[in-house]
Nanobody, 114 residues
Framework: QVQFVESGGGLVQPGGSLRLSCAAS????????MGWYRQAPGTQRELVAG???????NYADSVKGRFTISRDNAKSTVYLQMNSLKPEDTAVYYC????????WGQGTLVTVSS
């Protein structure tokens, strides 16, 4: 069973930066496309960034140019560098494969507020 453990969230002021990390257990990591998802209160979970097993990336329009996803297959870890954060980026952030699988991790809370 694959497990995802997210970390790196916190409280940051608008315009600030955070780097999220996700450690994935299991042997699928190196062959799986991965993604960072987020869920704000009262909304559905959405995909914000994806990366293929070969490193090809894609982003939601709302984060394009501000967020960067990367992966280290040797460490089974995926990262999300978030710059120029906005209050609307406030959410719980999760990583998962693409397509996603159960169970989801606990996520890491990002709060952007002054």
């Amino acid at each position: 069973q694959v497990q995802f453990v997210e970390s790196g969230g916190g409280l940051v002021q608008p315009g600030g930066s955070l780097r999220l990390s996700c450690a994935a257990s299991g042997s699928i990591f190196s062959i799986a496309a991965m993604g960072w998802y987020r869920q704000a209160p009262g909304t559905q979970r959405e995909l914000v960034a994806g990366i293929s097993r070969y490193g090809i990336t894609n982003y939601a329009d709302s984060v394009k140019g501000r967020f960067t996803i990367s992966r280290d297959n040797a460490k089974s870890t995926v990262y999300l560098q978030m710059n120029s954060l906005k209050p609307e980026d406030t959410a719980v952030y999760y990583c998962n494969s693409r397509p996603s699988m159960n169970p989801w991790g606990q996520g890491t809370l990002v709060t952007v507020s002054s």
